[in-house]
């Protein structure tokens, strides 16, 4: 997990996002020239999925390639919240709220340079806030079964999420809507592999 505090972005608050269109791609379609698309920017990608789904590793590698700043939302968690899931307990949707706001705080920081944001977003609605920020958000839900990932997890170490909390994670899951700009990436493969796959999709997001 990297510090998102050190990335360094220069970009202003708010920059040029109250001019865009909703753009209602739906997962897996391919966009156009959208409404309101600014020629040369770069994309405003969440990367999404449960614990354990790659969302770090991932965002991780795809925020370099695409030449942007790069924030994982793990490390905004309020202090009681890591406490929580560290002891097992999963959060609830009050738990999620000022932490969701904080990161929404961070995309609207980031609409002018394009950004990548590693954040679990499992609900619509935890969606939904995060869109506040910007209309032209682009969610890449990495996604793969329960059984791939729990064996993924039960290899990490150093990771105060325990593995035990999986279920919960997969219970909580609301899929990407078809209204919802984004795409999913099947997390089947290498690390290099699902990167590939990402970067690939995160063409099809909204400029
Ligand atoms: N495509 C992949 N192939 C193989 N291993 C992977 C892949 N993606 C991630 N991993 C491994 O799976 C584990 C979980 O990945 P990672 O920590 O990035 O997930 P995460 O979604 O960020 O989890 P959390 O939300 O709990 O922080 C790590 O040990 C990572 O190295
Ligand atoms: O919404 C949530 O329940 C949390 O964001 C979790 O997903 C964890 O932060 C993350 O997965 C831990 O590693």
Partial sequence: MRDPRAEGSGAEPGTGDQAESGTGTGTEAATGAEPGAVAGRKPLVVVMGVSGSGKSTVGARLAPR??????????????????????????????????????????????????????????????????????????????????????????????????????????????LAADEPGAVVPIDGTVERTTARALALTGTAPR
């Fill in 66 to 175: 695409l030449g942007v700043p790069f924030a994982d939302a793990d490390s905004y968690h309020p202090r009681a919240n890591i406490e929580k899931m560290s002891a097992g307990i999963p959060l609830t949707d009050e738990d999620r709220a000022p932490w969701l706001a904080s990161m929404a705080d961070w995309l609207s920081q980031h609409t002018g340079s394009g950004a990548v944001l590693v954040c679990s977003a499992l609900k619509r609605r935890y969606r939904d806030r995060l869109r506040q920020a910007s209309s032209r958000l682009f969610f890449l839900h990495l996604d793969g079964s329960y059984e791939l990932i729990a064996g993924r997890l039960a290899g990490r170490e150093g990771h105060f999420m325990p593995a035990g909390l999986l279920r919960s994670q997969f219970e909580a899951l609301e899929p």
